[in-house]
């Protein structure tokens, strides 16, 4: 998706939010992807800890490229019927 909202908004002055979200929503491939976007106007907290007990009960797969620093995947985690 990345590669073709860039080559949407080349050389097109990105002035503002509503620019942006509208180049991004009016994105679209040969082979028919379609994005909808929308600005969203919440404002999170920062500096928030995710406690170590979360971190590793995540189920991550390292990327083949750089594996330690980034790009792992979050895979689902299995849960049991109860």
């Not at 330690?68 to 299995?78: A, E, F, I, S, Y």
């Amino acid at each position: 998706m990345f590669c073709h909202t860039t080559e949407n908004w080349r050389n097109r002055p990105l002035i503002s939010h509503e620019v942006i979200v509208n180049l991004i929503a009016h994105t679209t491939t040969q082979t028919g992807l379609r994005i909808h976007a929308e600005l969203d106007t919440v404002a999170y907290p920062r500096g928030l800890k995710v406690p170590d007990e979360q971190m590793k009960a995540l189920k991550r797969e390292p990327a083949a490229f750089h594996r330690q620093d980034w790009n792992d995947t979050l895979k689902p985690r299995v849960i049991a019927n109860h």
